[in-house]
C-alpha cells in the first residue's frame, strides 16, 4: 500500500510539472496574439488530470496537442502574408528526440498548413534534430522548448519588463521619428527566452516598457537578430 501511495504521489509531481509547463505553453500562445478561450489558457490543476492523465494518474502527453488560429492584431503586424496561419502545438510523448522525431513533427505541421509548429519535449532535443528544422521553414516555422524550461513564465517574473513587439508599421514609424537606421538600435537575440516566449523573428523591433522612480514609466527600443 505503501508503494502504491509513493507512486501515486510521484505521478501527481510529474503531472503538476507537466500543468504547469502546459499553462506556460498556453499563455505564451494567447501573448502572441492567437485566439484562445480564457478557460483554455487557465486551466486548474484538477481540470488537467481530469483531461490529460489516465486512470493510474499518468500524463497522456500524446491527448495534449493543440492548435490556434491568429487573432487580428497577431495579423496586423505580420507583414509577410504567407507567415500568416495557424499555430499547432505538440508535446512530444518519446523517450529520445531525434531526427526521425522533428521530421515527423515538420512533415505533419506543413501537411496540415500551420504556419508555426511548437513542440514541447521532456527530454533534451538531438544536434541532429535541430538541423532538420531548415528543411521546413518553407513551410512552418518550427520551434521547440523543454518543459522544463516552461514550469514558470518568464513574462509573469517582477523583475521581467513588459515587451511589445511592434507591427512592421510601428518599427517604420518609430525609425523615422528618432531618424534611425535599424542597426543604430540595440540589439536582442532570438534565443533570448523573452525573445524565444514571443516567438520574435529576425528584424522585428520590440518595445521594452520598464518602471521608474523619477519618470514613472520609460520605454527602450531593441531590434531582434
Request: include cysteine.
Amino acid at each position: 500500500m505503501e508503494d502504491d501511495n509513493g507512486q501515486r504521489e510521484a505521478q501527481d509531481r510529474l503531472a503538476a510539472r507537466t500543468w504547469r509547463a502546459w499553462r506556460t505553453v498556453k499563455q505564451m500562445v494567447a501573448d502572441r496574439g492567437y485566439e484562445l478561450a480564457e478557460h483554455e489558457v487557465n486551466i486548474s490543476f484538477d481540470d488537467f488530470k481530469g483531461q490529460f492523465t489516465d486512470s493510474e494518474g499518468s500524463v497522456r502527453r500524446t491527448n495534449m496537442s493543440f492548435h490556434a488560429r491568429p487573432g487580428e492584431e497577431l495579423i496586423r503586424r505580420i507583414s509577410d502574408p504567407s507567415k500568416i496561419g495557424t499555430v499547432y502545438v505538440e508535446f512530444l510523448d518519446e523517450s529520445s528526440f531525434g531526427t526521425e522525431q522533428m521530421r515527423k513533427f515538420g512533415k505533419f505541421c506543413s501537411e496540415n498548413h500551420h504556419r508555426v509548429g511548437i513542440i514541447v519535449s521532456h527530454v533534451a532535443v538531438s544536434s541532429a534534430a535541430k538541423k532538420e528544422v531548415a528543411k521546413w521553414k518553407e513551410w512552418t516555422d518550427i520551434e521547440w522548448f523543454l518543459e522544463d524550461d516552461l514550469l514558470i513564465n518568464i513574462t509573469h517574473h517582477d523583475l521581467v519588463p513588459r515587451h511589445i513587439v511592434l507591427s512592421r508599421e510601428e518599427k517604420l514609424a518609430l525609425l523615422k521619428r528618432y531618424r534611425l537606421k535599424e542597426t543604430q538600435l540595440p540589439r536582442i537575440l532570438m534565443r533570448d527566452p523573452v525573445a524565444k516566449y514571443y516567438g520574435m523573428t529576425r528584424g522585428q523591433v520590440v518595445k521594452i516598457v520598464r518602471k521608474s522612480e523619477t519618470a514613472g514609466r520609460y520605454a527602450s527600443y531593441r531590434l531582434c537578430v
